[in-house]
Structures are given as C-alpha cells and as structure tokens.
C-alpha cells in the first residue's frame, strides 16, 4: 500500500493509475480517496491519476493534536503528494473541503499547478453565515465525537445537499453513505474542527483570488445552495475562472452525476492543453448592462 510523507510526518496513503500528465484528485470531508473511482477509471485512459486520502482518513494517518489540521495544511499536504510522486506540475481537482485546499494550492503554488478544478467550493464563507457555519461546524464535530460511525454517516449523508444523490441513485448513494461509516471519528472531528471550522471565508481573500492565472475551472450543482453566490463570487473575481452549474444536482457532484462531471473536466483539460483557455477580458467587467456608451 503506497504512501506519501508529509514534512511534519504524516502518511498519507494514495492510488495511482494511467499514464501521461498528472491529475491530482482531492476529496471532501465526507469522502476519501475511494470517492474519486469514478474519475481514476475514466481519465485514467488518458492521464497519471493519483487520489489520496487525507490526513484523518484510513488508511492515512490520524494524527491526535488538533494543531495538524488546518486549510494551510491542507494545501501543502497536496504539495507533498506532487513532490513524493516527482511530479513537477499536476492538475488539481478537488470537491469541497478538497476544493478549498486546491484553490488555495492554485493561490500559493500556482507554479505547481497546470490548471484547477474547484468544485462545490463555498460552505460557511458569505460574511452573514460565517458565524452560523461555525457553530454548525462545532456541533458537528461534539455529534461526530458522541456518535457510532453508522449514526453518523445516516445524519450526514442526508443533509439538504446530499438528498439529490440519494433520490436519483440510492444504490450509489448507499454506497457512499457506507464508506463515510468507516472513518475514523476521531479524524472526522479533528478535520471539522481544524480544517473546516477554522478555514479563512473565500470572501476575505479578494485580493489573493484576482491575482490567480492559472486555468480554472469551477464546478457546482444548482441545488448546492451554500455555493451558489461563492461561485458566482470566484468566477466575478479570479480572471481565469469559469463557472459551469449542473442542473438539479447537489453536492456531491462527481458521483452524483459523474458522466457530467466528467465531461465537463475532460472539455476545460483538452482547453488547457491546447493553450486556448482564456483570461477574462476585462471589457467583460464593466459596469454598463447593454454596452453602450
């Protein structure tokens, strides 16, 4: 079973698969390297695949101090990926709290990176719900702490996001609601409190965000409402960012509507490697609603 060494010693198991050019997958909080299987089969044909599992995900290591969970760490644990794989520049994909982590890889290391996938990228970051996603976070977390992994998993899997996938595929969803009952509830809590609870709102790094060139594409389902104004946000603000919404789609877009999804990746990848993706013109910005003067 391979793994990765972080800096500060974490081991972080990873799969790899295929050939070619690097795409980095990067999962949520509900998810773990195997939330990806979907993708590693699909671009696989075509691409070097790695998935990994987090810090606090099985079989990665769980570390016990909170202070080895947080967004910054995050980050770089993709940074330690790319460097044990001796690869110099990847694409990045990642869901949610992975999102979180490739957008901030993408701020920090945009020399590491050939493009970005920033999907269902959002929760807890409008300034009227910061203090309400804090709270939610904590409580999840005490929840997760008092919890058995089956109880867990059931509460979570149907929250107002999720309920999508399990309407439209409930053998799919099942599955994934089965795999979030395995992981371990001390890294759970540990990466609510650390990584999801503590992370910076993408409204206070306006001036980080426009400052980003590389390629991005961001994903998000319509019924994803904690995303919505944050995509519509980054898309406004970082200049090579476009937006694409899945129609009546949740939150756990890649395997809720994985052929979509993986459409959607496959396109902006081909754009890339072909030069022809662009930076927004900024004729496109101004303030006039029909253009004239």
Known sequence: MPYAKTPDGVQLHYEE???GQTLVFVHEFAGDHRSWEAQMRYFSRRYHCVAYSARGYT???IPSKGSMYSQDIARDDIL???NHLDVEKGH???LSMGGFATLHFGMHYPERAHSLVVAGCGYGAEADRRTQFQEETEKAAEMIESSTGDAFAEQYA?????VQFQNKDPRGW????????EHSLDGAALTMRGVQRERPSLFDLEADLREITVPMLVLTGDEDEPCLIPNIYLKRTVPSAALQILPNTGHTINIEEPAAFNAAVSDFLAQVEAGRWPQRDPRATGTSIIGMR
């Open 158 to 162: 149907q929250g107002p996001t999720r």
């Open 174 to 181: 099942a599955d994934f609601r089965d795999q979030l009952a």
């Open 59 to 61: 079989p990665s290591d």
């Open 17 to 19: 698969s295929g050939e």
């Open 92 to 94: 990045i994909v990642g």
């Open 80 to 82: 330690a990926i790319l």
